[in-house]
Structure formats: structure tokens, C-alpha cells
């Protein structure tokens, strides 16, 4: 792996911004209380951001300040605190908007998470246009999330997934891909990266290819947005869907974007409240979207501190945020590739965010108990993304995952550990 | 926190380098498969029953040290065992290591075994330990569906 270490020293030389433009990583950790903790007597070194992201104050004071000075249910009542409760989460939808730069507020649904986001096209759309003998189209990197939603529309359509193979370093074989969107695909669901191998795909070029066969495209974007600007317009794609907790923001929300006049032309997802523009006995009526898919009281805080989450990014500059952590990447993937007994998953050309490897002594899970004995918190496991673990014949990979407010001297701190963990196992 | 060496002792190093038994026993008549779906491992446990004896036991798969080795030793301590036997015994270790009040290695059967202790002091490594167990258990049973850590 020496010359991967070698040419990525290299690469960093490129990436450095001249230092008026350069984020003050120092400032940016002093925004995120829990960063001050220590993890087993040791200095937490927070690893493990594409599992979740932590969060600034800025996220914090804004659901305290939700809960302490405008509790109150929205879109219902005539009192003071419902009409700032309203104007705060009509903000926050706002702030999602411009983050994704879709054209209208109208386009951004409040979800969950991405995983309600996938399920909720699926069921609604994909239920719609897929019929017997149809075939919903896939990539080898998918997460799970991004597979049984389907793979459950499918079974209940009597359909076929289909599934576009990747190569020995992660990345989508685009030319397979365009022969599998056929005249029975319905649907393409695509990652932006993948959680597991860190691929960025072509997502625009996939867009274009299932356009042309007028097959609509849903892109789970879960762990794109915290890395890269995401331009829905510019992608053209049908649906984006991301998680809240992974951008700095709480759980329990999400963000699904979808076209208007597609999000018009779908059935609702759940019946309830907040959804509908007249209900009688015999017939209801749906309010247009973003209601017609938000049934019931919705998580009006995550909505909130969504919104705050997001303008904290906007404000880092994501551009700004992508460099520093590719930065952080470039350096990792120096250092840790160049462990003698390191095995890198997930080599393509473009990567954001996450590194996956293997170590031919020391299985993931023991590497993970043994960091997080020296405060390192890494993910250990199929990540989600079993079908990703078969396709590299491993069980299991150690993830080390990244943000904004990660440092080069981390991932120093993260090698003292894996080398600690072959002292155990008597490398 | 605990140190470390409590959950990888030399024995427990030694026995996840150089698994025991990891055979299919030439007269194996049950066996079963065992997966965590959390974390990949995998196990299949072989097991040559003479009427309600353990003639012989092997086993088979990928894992972790931890899961490795507790496989390993398990099937050290079944040899001539009775299935009821093999069941008491796989009580006082899932008691041992998930650290249940008052369990203790010393009042039990557990002879070897007790070297698994230091996994009490680690939540995320119990279902590791006891992989191995519930799979032997599903082969005792004569179960035909792999058992999961998730059903457990």
C-alpha cells in the first residue's frame, strides 16, 4: 500500500486551502459539547459519523429553546405559541430547501429518516407505476434500506429487482447499468455514496440514463449530504431522501424532496390529521403536498433542529466541509492503507467521507472493543450492506467515518490503536 | 472500564488462533448454523450424539476472537456429555458472561470456561460469547432453521 500512501501525501498538497479560506477546526470543536468527553479515561476520538453525526450547540439551544419558549402544536391553533411553533417549523422546511436547492418548499416532506423516505416512494409511487413482471433497478452498493423497500414492493407486485454490479474498488459499472435499465424498468433507486465503501456515484449520469427511458430515480442521499452540495436541480433526479442525525441534526427526522408534480400525483402514505382538506364519512379529501405526506403531529422539534443543523453547515460552507474532509480521507487512507495487514473496501476514484478496511490479523469486532478501550469509536460490521460484505467475500469491515470536526492528529490516534490491537493479538 | 486483558486473555488469544475441533466429526448426526446479523459471524456446529450423549463435536465458520474462541473451548468441555448436562452448562456460562447477580465461575461447572468472565464488562461482546452456545443448543434440538443472536 505504499504508493497509495505515497501519491495521497501528494494529493493533500493539492487539497490545502490557502488559510484565509480554511475552517477553523479548533473553533468548530469548542461547538460540540460532547467532543469534551473522555471515553474509558481517554480523549474521545469520534469515528463513527456515518453512523450519526454529533451535534453543535447551535442544534441543541434550538430544541431547547422549542420546548422551553414555543411548545406548541402547529398548523391548529389562533395562540401565540402555535403561530411561532408554525413559523419555526415552516423555517426549518425553508432551510431544507435551500440546502437541497429544490425549487419549492412544497417539495420537502418531513420524514423520519431516509429509510421512511425510500418507504414512503415505494409505497406510494413505486406502488403506482410497478406492476407484475416490472423490474425496479438497484446498485450492488445499496444500503439495506435501499434494498427491502423494494425488494417488498416486489414480492407484493410479483416484480423483479434488479441489481447493478460493482467493480474490485467499489465503483458502479456504468455500462452495465445502462444495459439493465430495460423497457420493464419502473424504477431506479440509486445511492449518492455508499455508506459502506465511501463510492461516490455519477448520480447525474444515471439520471439522464433512466430518463431517457422515462424511468424515475430516487437517490438516498443519507450519506451524501453531510459530505458534498447536494443541487437536486442540478441532478434532476425524482426523489432525494436524507437523514437529519447524520447532517448534525437530531433523529427521528428526515428529509424526502421530490418533483412536484410527481409528489402531487402520488397517493398519500398514511391517513390522519394535518393531511387532509376535508374528511366526511362517505369521502376525504387530501391537502396538496408536503401535507397530503405528513399525517399526524409531526416531530416538530427535529423539524426545528433540522433546520438549525442545516443552516450550521450552510454557514461552515459545505464546500468548505467537503475539502477538509477529503483532506481527512486522503491522509487516512495514507496511513492506515500503509499497515502492513490492512486491507482497504472501497478503492474508487471517488470517495467521500468513510473508509472501510480489514486487518488479516485482528477481526473488526476485536478491533473495535480494543479502540474504544483507548476512546476511538468505530463501526464494526456489514454496515447494513450484507449484500456489499458477500460481494468482497469478507464477513465484516471497521469503518472509520468523518466530519467536520475531525482532525489529521485523530486519525494519528486511530493508527496508535489499530497498531495497539496487533500488540494483543501478538503481530 | 475494565482492562482489556481481562476480556483477551492468553487463553482466550490462543484458542481464537488455533481453534479445537474445527472439524465436521466424521460421524456427525445433528448439526446447525448460528449467525449474528449484527456483526457477520457465522458458526456451524457439528455434533456426534450416541442416544443423549455427546460422542463427538466439532465446529465450523468465521468470527471474532471472542466468538472463535468461546466455540473453540465449548466444544473442549462437551465431549461425554449428556444433553442435559450440556444444557446446565451453557446456563452457568450465559449467566458467567452476561454477568447475572451472583453467578460466580467457582460454584459452577465451568472449569475452563470461567477464562470468559471479563466479557460481563462488555455488553457488546455477550452475544459474541455466547454464539457458539446457542448454536450447540439448535443442534441438540435438532432444529433445522439457523438460529439467530436476534431471537435470543
Same mark, same amino acid.
Request: hydrophobic share 40%.
Given at each position: 500500500m505504499t504508493t497509495v500512501a505515497d501519491r495521497s501525501h501528494v494529493g493533500l498538497q493539492a487539497f490545502a486551502l490557502p488559510?484565509?479560506?480554511?475552517?477553523?477546526?479548533?473553533?468548530?470543536?469548542?461547538?460540540?459539547?460532547?467532543?469534551?468527553?473522555?471515553?474509558?479515561?481517554?480523549?474521545?476520538?469520534?469515528?463513527?459519523?456515518?453512523?450519526?453525526?454529533?451535534?453543535?450547540?447551535?442544534?441543541?439551544?434550538?430544541?431547547?429553546?422549542?420546548?422551553?419558549?414555543?411548545?406548541?402544536?402547529?398548523?391548529?391553533?389562533?395562540?401565540?405559541?402555535s403561530v411561532e411553533a408554525t413559523e419555526a417549523h415552516d423555517s426549518a422546511r425553508r432551510a431544507a430547501q435551500r440546502f437541497l436547492n429544490a425549487a419549492r418548499e412544497s417539495e420537502i416532506v418531513f420524514v423520519r429518516g431516509t429509510t421512511e423516505a425510500i418507504n414512503l416512494v415505494a409505497?406510494?409511487?413505486?406502488?403506482?407505476?410497478?406492476?407484475?413482471?416490472?423490474?425496479?433497478?438497484?446498485?450492488?452498493?445499496?444500503?439495506?434500506?435501499?434494498?427491502?423497500?423494494?425488494?417488498?414492493?416486489?414480492?407484493?407486485?410479483g416484480a423483479h429487482l434488479r441489481v447493478a454490479p460493482i467493480n474490485d474498488r467499489g465503483e458502479l459499472l456504468m455500462d452495465e447499468f445502462q444495459k439493465l435499465v430495460g423497457p420493464r424498468t419502473r424504477f431506479v433507486a440509486v445511492t449518492h455514496v455508499s455508506n459502506a465503501?465511501?463510492?461516490?456515484?455519477?448520480v447525474k449520469e444515471i439520471v439522464a440514463i433512466a430518463h431517457g427511458r422515462g424511468v424515475p430515480v430516487l437517490v438516498d442521499g443519507a450519506q451524501a449530504a453531510p459530505h458534498l452540495a447536494v443541487d437536486v436541480q442540478d441532478l434532476d433526479c425524482d426523489f432525494y431522501a436524507f437523514s437529519g442525525h447524520k447532517v448534525y441534526g437530531p433523529t427521528g427526522i428526515g428529509v424526502l424532496y421530490g418533483k412536484y408534480a410527481l409528489?402531487?400525483?402520488?397517493?398519500?402514505?398514511?391517513?390522519?390529521?394535518?393531511?387532509?382538506?376535508?374528511?366526511?364519512?362517505?369521502?376525504?379529501?387530501?391537502?396538496?403536498?408536503?401535507?397530503?405526506?405528513?399525517?399526524?403531529?409531526?416531530?416538530?422539534?427535529?423539524?426545528?433542529?433540522?433546520?438549525?443543523a442545516l443552516d450550521y453547515l450552510t454557514a461552515l460552507g459545505i464546500d468548505r466541509v467537503a475539502a477538509h474532509e477529503h483532506d481527512l480521507l486522503d491522509y487516512a487512507t495514507g496511513?492506515?492503507?500503509?499497515?502492513?495487514?490492512?486491507?482497504?473496501?472501497?478503492?474508487?476514484?471517488?470517495?467521500?467521507?468513510?473508509?472501510?478496511?480489514?486487518?488479516?490479523?485482528?477481526?473488526?469486532?476485536?478491533?473495535?472493543?480494543?479502540?474504544?478501550?483507548?476512546?476511538?469509536?468505530?463501526?464494526?460490521?456489514?454496515?447494513?450492506?450484507?449484500?456489499?460484505?458477500?460481494?468482497?467475500?469478507?464477513?465484516?469491515?471497521?469503518?472509520?467515518?468523518?466530519?467536520?470536526?475531525?482532525?489529521?492528529?485523530?486519525i494519528d490516534v486511530l493508527v496508535r490503536g489499530i497498531e495497539k490491537a496487533e500488540k494483543v493479538f501478538g503481530r | 472500564m475494565s482492562e482489556l486483558s481481562d476480556l483477551y486473555q492468553e487463553v482466550i488469544l490462543e484458542h481464537s488462533k488455533a481453534p479445537r475441533n474445527y472439524r465436521r466429526p466424521a460421524g456427525a448426526n445433528q448439526e446447525a448454523e448460528?449467525?449474528?446479523?449484527?456483526?457477520?459471524?457465522?458458526?456451524? %456446529? /457439528?455434533?456426534?450424539?450416541?442416544?443423549?450423549?455427546? &460422542?463427538?463435536?466439532?465446529f465450523q465458520g468465521s468470527g471474532c476472537a471472542i466468538s472463535r474462541a468461546s466455540a473453540s473451548m465449548m466444544t473442549q468441555s462437551l465431549k461425554g456429555k449428556t444433553r442435559a448436562e450440556?444444557?446446565?452448562?451453557?446456563?452457568?456460562?450465559?449467566?458467567?458472561?452476561?454477568?447475572?447477580?451472583?453467578s460466580s465461575a467457582n460454584d459452577s461447572e465451568l472449569g475452563k470456561?470461567? %477464562? /470468559?468472565?471479563?466479557?460481563?464488562?462488555?455488553?457488546? &461482546?455477550?452475544?459474541?460469547?455466547?454464539?457458539?452456545?446457542?448454536?450447540?443448543?439448535?443442534?441438540?434440538?435438532?432444529s433445522q432453521k439457523p438460529v439467530t443472536t436476534e431471537e435470543v
Open positions: 488559510a484565509a479560506e480554511a475552517l477553523d477546526i479548533a473553533a468548530i470543536r469548542a461547538e460540540f459539547p460532547i467532543l469534551s468527553r473522555e471515553v474509558n479515561g481517554r480523549k474521545l476520538v469520534y469515528l463513527d459519523n456515518g453512523a450519526t453525526s454529533q451535534k453543535p450547540r447551535a442544534v441543541i439551544r434550538a430544541l431547547s429553546r422549542y420546548y422551553e419558549e414555543e411548545n406548541a402544536n402547529i398548523h391548529r391553533g389562533v395562540h401565540l405559541l409505497q406510494t409511487c413505486g406502488r403506482a407505476r410497478v406492476a407484475e413482471g416490472d423490474e425496479v433497478l438497484i446498485t450492488a452498493m445499496e444500503h439495506h434500506s435501499n434494498i427491502v423497500p423494494w425488494q417488498m414492493l416486489c414480492e407484493e407486485k465503501l465511501g463510492t461516490v456515484n455519477p409528489l402531487d400525483a402520488m397517493p398519500p402514505y398514511q391517513g390522519g390529521g394535518d393531511m387532509i382538506s376535508s374528511v366526511t364519512f362517505e369521502k376525504t379529501t387530501f391537502k396538496k403536498p408536503p401535507s397530503k405526506f405528513e399525517a399526524g403531529t409531526p416531530h416538530i422539534a427535529g423539524a426545528i433542529g433540522l433546520g438549525a496511513r492506515i492503507g500503509s499497515i502492513r495487514g490492512v486491507r482497504l473496501i472501497g478503492t474508487a476514484a471517488h470517495r467521500a467521507g468513510v473508509l472501510s478496511f480489514i486487518h488479516e490479523d485482528v477481526h473488526p469486532h476485536d478491533l473495535g472493543t480494543i479502540l474504544d478501550s483507548e476512546g476511538i469509536a468505530v463501526r464494526a460490521g456489514h454496515h447494513c450492506a450484507q449484500p456489499v460484505m458477500e460481494r468482497f467475500s469478507i464477513p465484516a469491515t471497521a469503518r472509520a467515518s468523518f466530519a467536520v470536526y475531525n482532525t489529521r492528529e485523530e | 448460528g449467525y449474528n446479523p449484527l456483526c457477520g459471524d457465522h458458526f456451524t %456446529v /457439528f455434533l456426534d450424539m450416541e442416544g443423549d450423549a455427546i &460422542r463427538d463435536v466439532g450440556a444444557e446446565r452448562l451453557f446456563a452457568q456460562f450465559h449467566d458467567l458472561v452476561t454477568g447475572k447477580p451472583g470456561l470461567a %477464562v /470468559f468472565s471479563g466479557v460481563s464488562k462488555y455488553p457488546a &461482546r455477550v452475544k459474541c460469547a455466547s454464539l457458539a452456545w446457542h448454536t450447540l443448543q439448535s443442534a441438540l434440538e435438532g
